[in-house]
């Protein structure tokens, strides 16, 4: 797709998450025309850059397991996250489970068996969406997730963070960082992207990699993660950075991401930004999750 007309007329993941389902869900080579902040770092092993291991899920359960509800919050709901989406995001093992091979599975289904109503009416899809809100926030480090990401026209899965004060200051004001974002008529094109004030929605603070071969993100599993320190933000894709950006690159407006952050995985149907599925969309589609680590950086 361009990347000036879909990718700036975007709304803001953020606001997917309300005070209301947040309280909810608590308790239940470079990239070609890449859009470059600061000059990343020369792409080299991540290892020699990270520190102690903080946090992690392995996925190592028994196929058919829901998610560790010592990790993750499962959120349920149909709103459509201020972004038109069209899913009802449920708790069912149907949409949210493990697989039994190391992985966590988020499917995004068509149709409705259990009558879910959504902003729109009779819900026309089911997929998951789980976040770690007040049982892991981290400031600073290495974030990064292995995931064979799914994909189709409409089809938007996402790596992403927001800020642990969202449900005092709201959102972009919390923050917003999106490790992978990919939409699915762009098998092989994933985004980065930052939302604060002054910078969110439509505008946000954004770049893209597009695999070197031109080969799909859906084909197998790829390393996303984000490196967060006080001056920058760099992120890559297999461990190669492709963008940082600082301070210097929010325009004037304020840097937000200077406290701690929760973890959020998911997998929309349609959106503003995907649009809707099309006849060559096929269902169900998989997200497979094979880890998501957090590091300190040494």
């Known amino acids: 797709m361009s990347r000036v007309t879909p990718r700036h007329t975007r709304p803001g993941r953020g606001r997917t998450l309300r005070v209301s389902a947040l309280a909810c869900a608590v308790t239940g080579l470079m990239a070609l025309g890449v859009h470059n902040g600061s000059a990343p770092p020369a792409a080299a092993d991540h290892t020699a850059r990270q520190g102690a291991l903080v946090w992690s899920d392995e996925f190592e359960a028994e196929a058919g397991a829901p998610p560790d509800p010592?990790?993750?919050?499962?959120?349920?709901?149909?709103?459509?996250?201020?972004?038109?989406?069209?899913?009802?995001?449920?708790?069912?093992t149907d949409n949210l489970a493990h697989d039994g091979e190391g992985n966590m599975v988020i499917t995004a289904r068509e149709g409705n068996p259990a009558d879910y109503q959504c902003h729109y009416g009779t819900c026309q899809y089911t997929s998951g969406r789980v976040n770690t809100a007040e049982k892991f926030t981290h400031?600073?480090?290495?974030?990064?997730?292995?995931?064979?990401?799914?994909?189709?026209?409409?089809i938007w899965p996402a790596f992403w963070m927001l800020g642990d004060d969202f449900s005092e200051v709201?959102?972009?004001?919390?923050?917003?960082?999106?490790?992978?974002?990919?939409?699915?008529?762009?098998?092989?094109?994933?985004?980065?992207?930052?939302?604060?004030?002054?910078?969110?929605?439509?505008?946000?603070?954004?770049?893209?990699?597009?695999?070197?071969?031109?080969?799909?993100?859906a084909d197998t599993?790829?390393?996303?993660?984000?490196?967060?320190?006080?001056d920058g933000i760099t992120w890559f894709v297999d461990d190669v950075a492709y963008q940082t950006f600082t301070p210097d690159d929010t325009r004037g407006n304020p840097w937000v991401y200077d406290h701690p952050f929760f973890l959020i995985l998911n997998v929309a149907v349609g959106g503003e930004w995907p649009g809707s599925p099309d006849a060559g969309t096929s269902f169900p589609q998989e997200m497979k999750i094979d880890?998501?680590?957090?590091?300190d950086l040494g």
């Open 170 to 217: 709201g959102w972009p004001d919390s923050g917003e960082i999106d490790i992978m974002e990919n939409v699915g008529h762009e098998p092989a094109t994933v985004h980065g992207s930052l939302h604060g004030p002054g910078y969110s929605g439509g505008n946000p603070v954004s770049g893209s990699y597009r695999h070197p071969q031109g080969w799909a993100f």
């Open 70 to 92: 010592g990790k993750w919050n499962i959120e349920v709901n149909g709103d459509g996250g201020g972004n038109q989406e069209l899913q009802y995001y449920t708790d069912s």
């Open 221 to 230: 599993f790829h390393t996303f993660a984000v490196e967060w320190r006080p």
């Open 139 to 154: 400031t600073y480090g290495r974030y990064e997730a292995s995931i064979k990401i799914p994909t189709g026209q409409g």
């Open 291 to 295: 880890y998501v680590r957090v590091y």
